[in-house]
């Protein structure tokens, strides 16, 4: 069956569904994931919807009208089994009166009443044994006091006017009725409770309240195992995820939410050795897959969402086609086959990985009309839609002479790539016979998430070869025309060494957020887009290293003693050659003594006929009588035709003032003082400084890298324009005859000597196959 595209979704949204019928998760924090709310709430309301229409893709989730919540015992309850999490409760209930005041019609079908009763069971019994004691005993005994085994169904009954009158409290902050309904297996067998029941929840529906439905757990009998197996027509009502099912079908829901505390359907429990997240659900593979215990403190459990999927399938609220095992893969088997692919990569001669990448260039050359073609019908798309700003469309367009310009740069780095891999850094005599090196090896698996931006794919891709890391590239769906022949060229290029698989293009709807969560399979993150793109990334990825820059606030300084014509020359260049990159200028300091000269004026006029939008720091509009509109922030990266101007009384404050306010990316100083330029090249904590030289000046190809995965403004591993360097780490190799520590003590017959060995480079080639090093 088709998927939507979820990686982590807790019950329907784990199998190749296209649904009316759809679930999502519920992660460890207190809210519902934030996917279902935006979907949701986006929609324009009042909410209209014809029953029996199912949902092809993700983005009509916000169409859904009647939407079934599902609350299982482990959402709902605290972690040591007694009592309710009352956070994360709230903020479900918050949710839910959102949706429902915005016109759609909820049902809640909620766990909870036997932790609720076993909390006050547990007190009574407590309260009433202390008395008893303290009476017959004395207070000694008191520490003795132990809890018996609580009966379920006596739990359930003393927990179930408590959980509704909570409900019923949290739901009236929000000015949302609610009303309980309590249910058994039997009420769906016989024909007469069915209707009712169906009638009592549209007549609750029909009058804005909420219904809060849950199984009758004081007189249920206990479930019979596997008795709704037998046939996928029949479900009983042993849990509530069967009751969720049941009701579903029943009232005929859009949309059916499992929240879970497990992020999805692993092959074997979660928590245990190579346990993996699975995508795609087939028919044959439950066998295939070891379930777990049930819920901690309930009896449904994760097989028992699988059950209630496939009635569902079988009752067609769930549609699709079953997909045969040649359909597109998933993120995680994408990010297996790159590892895997990259590993063999990283093996090859540097001769062959640089083979690739020449390759690559001149495909570049050789598709380029078939590589404009594609590009055409993404701008075409782009103008159409009016979604794109006009710097955006800008990274968007391709040209021949930005094609040229890539296959120039992947030359480049083809050349720097011979003696990347496998270099040795270090090399020390431990003692006689045991030496030790340092050798750079790939980092692993990279995941390059990038916007607008076709050309970064070959750039990203031949870096990624070069230094032999596996890549997976996510791209903007405003160039998915552009990028599907760039990756297929790409693939192509490795094909004449067997690696194809080493760079994969991500093309199914998995969010940004879904690809930061594989902490297991990726290596390390880099952003290239906005940068609120940047910034959502570093949120996300909770596990996984993020390489490069929120925001480029780059400056310029124009010092005293600045020459008029560089100054001119390289402030035009610094914002007008390309607004909208992450190295324009986006504030110009100006030394306060040039206020009011020719140079100034020359300023001003320059930065006018290329209509370039001023806003006046605080300073410098005190200096005016009638001034541009003052700035709102000095921290702004304006990303057009506009940029910031504010006085200084010299350098010292300026650089002050680019500590302050800059992102620490790109600063530079126009002078004829050499002196002032070493303080300032000095002091300044930026990854690129620069002396009477364009802020553009910082980018991976003109620095002679061939190309850039991006700039890093982080403190470690790399920082600036990033290329081939930037995506190795190292490891040690030591080399012994025998030796071991207890050589080394008091008693020990060797020392260390910790002598350094010139390096004679060996480049290092690992043979997967043998697990065998031989150097080269």
Not at 50 to 60: D, L, M, T, V, Y
Request: glycine share 6%; hydrophobic share 40%; aromatic share 4%.
């Amino acid at each position: 069956m088709c998927s939507t595209g979820s990686t982590h979704s807790a019950m329907l949204q784990r199998l190749p569904l296209c649904s009316r019928l759809w679930g999502v998760p519920w992660s460890s924090g207190a809210k519902m994931h934030p996917r279902f709310t935006r979907a949701v709430s986006q929609a324009k309301f009042p909410v209209t919807r014809s029953p029996g229409k199912s949902f092809a893709h993700r983005s009509e989730l916000r169409h859904a009208k009647r939407i079934v919540v599902k609350l299982g015992s482990a959402v709902v309850t605290r972690g040591d089994e007694c009592g309710l999490a009352l956070g994360r409760l709230a903020s479900i209930v918050e949710q839910v009166a959102m949706l429902q005041n915005q016109g759609r019609e909820m049902l809640i079908v909620t766990s909870g009443a036997v932790a609720f009763g076993k909390q006050r069971l547990r007190h009574e019994i407590l309260l009433s044994q202390s008395v008893r004691q303290a009476l017959h005993s004395g207070q000694n005994q008191l520490k003795e006091m132990s809890v018996p085994v609580l009966e379920a169904r006596a739990c359930a009954a003393a927990g179930q006017s408590g959980l509704m009158a909570l409900y019923e409290a949290m739901f009236t902050q929000y000015s949302t009725c609610t009303a309980q309904i309590l249910v058994t297996n039997l009420d769906f067998h016989d024909e007469q409770k069915r209707r009712n029941l169906s009638s009592t929840l549209l007549e609750l529906l029909r009058m804005n309240i909420v219904p809060i439905i849950n199984t009758n757990d004081a007189v249920v009998p206990p479930p019979v195992p596997n008795s709704d197996l037998q046939g996928v027509n029949v479900i009983s009502i042993k849990d509530n995820d069967s009751l969720a099912a049941r009701l579903a079908v029943e009232m005929k829901a859009d949309l059916l939410i499992a929240l879970s505390d497990v992020q999805g359907l692993y092959d074997s429990p979660p928590g245990t050795d190579d346990a993996k997240l699975i995508d795609i659900f087939y028919p044959g593979d439950q066998q295939s897959i070891t379930f777990g215990s049930k819920s901690r403190v309930g009896i449904g459990g994760m097989e028992a969402k699988v059950s209630l999927t496939w009635y569902l399938v079988a009752k067609h609220l769930i549609t699709g086609t079953v997909l045969s095992k040649k359909c597109r893969p998933t993120v995680e088997q994408q990010a297996e086959m790159a590892r895997q692919g990259g590993r063999t990569l990283a093996s090859l001669l540097p001769e062959q990985r640089a083979e690739i990448i020449c390759h690559l260039a001149d495909l570049l050359t050789e598709k380029k009309d078939d590589i404009l073609a594609a590009n055409k019908k993404d701008m075409d798309l782009a103008e159409s839609s009016g979604r794109l700003s006009q710097p955006l469309l800008k990274r968007l367009s391709l040209s021949s002479a930005k094609l040229n310009s890539l296959a120039i740069g992947l030359r480049q780095i083809s050349s720097s790539s011979r003696d990347s891999v496998g270099r040795v850094l270090r090399r020390t005599r431990v003692a006689n016979n045991l030496e030790l090196e340092q050798i750079t090896v790939p980092i692993g698996v990279l995941l390059v998430i990038f916007e607008s931006r076709p050309d970064c794919l070959p750039q990203v891709s031949a870096l990624a070869i070069a230094s032999g890391n596996a890549l997976l590239l996510k791209g903007g769906k405003e160039a998915a025309n552009t990028n599907h022949i760039l990756h297929q060229l790409t693939q192509e290029a490795l094909s004449i060494h067997g690696v194809r698989d080493a760079v994969q293009l991500v093309s199914t709807r998995e969010e940004v957020e879904d690809l930061c969560r594989l902490d297991k399979m990726i290596d390390l993150i880099i952003p290239r887009g906005s940068s609120q793109l940047v910034r959502d990334i570093q949120r996300a990825a909770k596990g996984i290293p993020v390489l490069g820059h929120s925001e480029g606030i780059c400056h310029v300084y124009i010092d005293v003693d600045a020459s008029i014509d560089k100054a001119i020359n390289i402030i035009r260049d610094s914002k007008c050659d390309y607004p909208a990159a992450c190295n324009a200028m986006e504030t110009l300091l100006v030394h306060r003594d040039l206020l009011r000269t020719p140079l100034f004026d020359q300023i001003i006029d320059m930065l006018r006929v290329e209509k370039v939008k001023i806003h006046a720091g605080p300073k410098f509009a005190s200096y005016l009588t009638f001034s541009p509109s003052e700035v709102k922030s000095l921290r702004t990266e304006y990303g057009d035709l506009e940029c910031c101007m504010e006085v200084v009384d010299g350098m010292q404050e300026a650089v002050d003032h680019i500590h302050k306010y800059g992102s620490a990316h790109t600063d530079v100083i126009v002078t004829e003082n050499e002196e002032t330029a070493e303080q300032f090249l000095q002091q300044l904590d930026s990854a690129c400084v620069f002396w009477n030289a364009s802020s553009r000046f910082s980018d991976g190809y003109r620095f002679g890298l061939g190309a850039e995965v991006g700039i890093s403004t982080a403190r470690i591993h790399a920082r600036g324009p990033v290329g081939l360097e930037g995506l190795l780490t190292t490891k040690w190799v030591l080399r012994g005859d025998g030796q071991t520590v207890a050589d080394f003590s008091e008693q020990g017959s060797m020392k260390y000597l910790h002598e350094n060995i010139p390096i004679a480079q060996k480049l290092f080639k690992l043979h997967l196959t043998s697990g065998q090093q031989e150097i080269r």
